[in-house]
């Protein structure tokens, strides 16, 4: 799974967008896994499924091979065969395109690594599943190139753009909601901290995983298989001191 030029070789051979995001990524964005959808237009959404793959398949071998500031949409455009009034009628610019690709890929994401259902947490298992699913997240990553992490660099970058991030904000908004939810489950099982706002739960859990992901895709290819395999278990670690009551 991975993209642009390797998502050619991976999921697009499949009929599919597998990208990243990375997010792949994302630390953050994965733990969002049981109920992130896309967010994108609804007009998007209906647009025939031969155009709207051709043109997230040409977005992804583009941000690929150009990265997020290099990426032409006159050639996205070109090689997908969309006019650019079409595309401004699905997208307000180039950041919320490669938003929506992110979105995309990272459905195809949460599908790959499987379900994480609040409801089945218990007291006995809530930290042990969240360490799993972590798992299961990096395994997917390592399993293909390095699409999911370049998506990540990318999609940091742009949210490091004040001029063009609001459209990172729609994915930040649907993590802030799980998070919320993760939490509060552990409260009713008595395993997360319920002494402090939690709002400020939210934010202290949202902000570490951020510097979680972006260490992790700034130093990816750094990391050799055992490191990267003990990344969940020190990761989750960090979560848990924290919120432990």
């Known amino acids: ?14 009929g599919v967008i597998l990208s990243w995001t990375a997010w792949s990524i994302l630390l953050v964005l994965n733990r969002e896994i049981a109920i992130v959808k896309p967010m994108s237009r609804p007009r998007f959404d209906k647009l025939e499924p031969g155009k709207r793959q051709r043109l997230l398949e040409s ?56 379900e994480f259902d609040l409801r089945k947490l218990t007291r006995e298992n809530y930290w042990a599943e969240c360490e799993a699913l972590y798992r299961r997240c990096i395994a997917t990553m390592s399993s293909d190139d390095t699409w999911y992490v370049k998506l990540g660099r990318m999609f940091y970058r742009l949210r490091a753009d004040q001029a063009h991030s609001a459209p990172t904000e729609r994915l930040f908004d649907a993590a802030r909601h799980w998070v919320g939810a993760l939490l509060a489950r552990g409260q009713e099982l008595g395993v997360v901290r319920a002494d402090m706002p939690g709002s400020l739960l939210v934010d202290c859990v ?21 490191a990267r395999h003990s990344m969940a278990g020190e990761h989750v670690d960090l979560f848990r001191r924290l919120l432990t009551p």
């Open 206 to 226: 949202m902000g570490m995983g951020e510097a979680l992901d972006r260490w992790a895709v700034s130093n990816w290819e750094t990391l050799d298989e055992e």
């Open 59 to 114: 977005a992804a071998e583009e941000f690929a091979a150009k990265g997020y500031d290099g990426a032409s949409l006159n050639r996205i455009l070109a090689a997908s065969g969309i006019s650019k009034s079409s595309l401004y009628y699905y997208f307000d610019d180039k950041a919320d395109l490669f938003t929506t690709l992110v979105e995309q890929s990272l459905g195809l994401l949460f599908r790959e690594v499987g």
């Open 1 to 14: 799974m991975m993209a642009g030029t390797a998502i050619a070789a991976a999921g697009i051979r499949r």
